[in-house]
T-cell receptor, first 113, second 111 residues
Framework: DTGVSQDPRHKITKRGQNVTFRCDPI?????LYWYRQTLGQGPEFLTY????????KSRLLSDRFSAERPKGSFSTLEIQRTEQGDSAMYLC???????????FGDGTRLSIL | QKEVEQDPGPLSVPEGAIVSLNCTYS??????FMWYRQYSRKGPELLMY????GNKEDGRFTAQVDKSSKYISLFIRDSQPSDSATYLC???????????FGTGTKLQVIP
């Protein structure tokens, strides 16, 4: 299976620490997305890359959040100075082209102690 | 008011029943409509993807879109215990890339 892969699956950290998550999209997909999902809610859009260019960012993406996709393949999402409210599932998705559906990975679950 | 409204349930049905799941939306710019299934501690899995109004069928699943009423539905025929999951409706405009999701409806199919 060559679906969207996310690492780690679960991250536990203390408040104030920095964390980084990785996403490997489906190999031929040039579009990559990050979402955040909290308990009992649907995923909320964070940001979108087409190849290496970050083209859309949500207002949810505060200054403490940064995402990169340096070579247009895998992507990283970093959260600096984590806060309790950052506890959530961070989901990555990819799609082939405009008008094509997004396919999701199984997410990274972040727990802030 | 949220752009996409979805009853969170839970919805409990006996095995073999027909399940009807629904969402309403307010943004008339939405053109693409999706249904995802999400099992506990897993990512959303695409079930149905439609563009424009009308019906689309795939096995036991039928998706309906009524743009004039801003209403979409997913029907599951001959429901199975393995269908027990949270079902998320989702949509986007095709202009911006973000997908807007409903809150999800939790479905339990009882054997």
């Amino acid at each position: 299976d060559t679906g969207v892969s996310q690492d780690p699956r679960h991250k536990i950290t203390k408040r104030g620490q920095n964390v980084t998550f990785r996403c490997d999209p489906i190999s031929e997909h040039n579009r990559l997305y990050w979402y955040r999902q909290t308990l009992g809610q649907g995923p909320e859009f964070l940001t979108y890359f087409q190849n290496e260019a970050q083209l859309e960012k949500s207002r949810l993406l505060s200054d403490r959040f940064s995402a990169e996709r340096p070579k247009g393949s895998f992507s990283t999402l970093e959260i600096q100075r984590t806060e309790q409210g950052d506890s959530a599932m961070y989901l990555c998705a990819s799609s082939l082209a405009q008008g094509q559906p997004q396919h999701f990975g199984d997410g990274t679950r972040l727990s802030i102690l | 008011q949220k752009e996409v409204e979805q009853d969170p349930g839970p919805l409990s049905v006996p095995e073999g029943a027909i399940v009807s799941l629904n969402c309403t939306y307010s943004n008339s710019a939405f053109q693409y409509f999706m249904w995802y299934r999400q099992y506990s501690r897993k990512g959303p899995e695409l079930l149905m993807y439609t563009y424009s109004s009308g019906n689309k069928e795939d096995g036991r699943f039928t998706a309906q879109v009524d743009k004039s009423s801003k209403y979409i539905s997913l029907f599951i025929r001959d429901s199975q215990p393995s269908d027990s999951a949270t079902y998320l409706c989702a949509m986007n405009s095709g202009v911006y890339q973000k997908v807007t999701f409903g809150t999800g409806t939790k479905l339990q199919v009882i054997p």
